[in-house]
């Protein structure tokens, strides 16, 4: 029976010549950077946005909207390109690659791809499709929920239902405070030019606001 310490040494040595295995195996002369451009084949122009993945590894990147890319891998790995409407293509590092720099065009050829088969059918009588027209609910796209969403009178309302956030919140205080201090120490001028305020007098003396009530 082997020592708990004896075997926690047994697992390290091994940990340690797996990982001395690896990196022989993939040195730091092994590490290349691609930079390239993807382009179509027939009219050089470029594709945007296409995948470029290291084969058989959880690793790529995205070509920008110009078809260009630039990733970090290995000499001889499998660089996989796919782009919707193209053809996918594969392009294998070569090991004998001087420096660790490596520049190359990818061409890829459209592709046809089917979409799912849609049915268009007629109703069968005038009478169901005036009904249909009428009642039948027609959920909203993306485009129309957007409409609604960005329309001027619905952000209005929701401008003024909205509480104020804390930046609005400091900046009526501030204000506030502002308009206390040119008053500070005598006493405010009374309102009496204000023709609202007389407007508000006067339907106060129609209440009644001011008769002297007994009890």
């Not at 590092?93 to 459209?110: A, D, P, R």
């Not at 049915?119 to 957007?146: G, T």
């Not at 209005?156 to 205080?173: K, V």
């Not at 506030?176 to 005598?186: E, I, N």
Request: net charge positive; aromatic share 14%; proline share 3%.
């Amino acid at each position: 029976m082997l020592s708990m310490n004896r075997l926690r040494h047994i697992c390290w040595l091994v940990l340690l010549l797996l990982s001395t295995g690896a990196f022989a195996q993939h040195g730091a002369a092994d590490v290349v950077q691609i930079n390239g451009v993807i382009i179509t084949a027939d009219s050089l122009r470029a594709v945007p946005y296409a995948t470029v993945l290291v084969k058989n590894q959880n690793r790529g990147v995205e070509a920008s909207n110009l078809g260009v890319f630039t990733l970090v891998c290995y000499k001889g790995d499998t660089l996989q390109f796919s782009e919707v409407g193209f053809r996918p293509k594969e392009f294998v590092i070569s090991k004998n690659i001087q420096g660790e720099y490596f520049s190359m065009i990818q061409l890829m050829t459209q592709d046809t791809f089917y979409l799912q088969e849609t049915i268009i059918r007629a109703l069968p009588s005038r009478e169901e499709f005036d009904y249909a027209f009428r009642h039948w609910h027609v959920a909203s796209d993306q485009y129309d929920i957007a409409r609604r969403n960005t329309n001027r009178y619905t952000l209005r309302a929701i401008a003024y239902t909205l509480p104020h956030d804390g930046r609005e919140s400091q900046a009526m205080y501030q204000s506030q405070q502002a308009r206390d201090a040119v008053y500070y120490g005598q006493q405010k001028p009374m309102n009496i030019l204000n023709p609202l305020a007389w407007a508000e007098f006067f339907q106060a003396w129609k209440r009644g606001d001011f008769r002297n009530h007994s009890y």
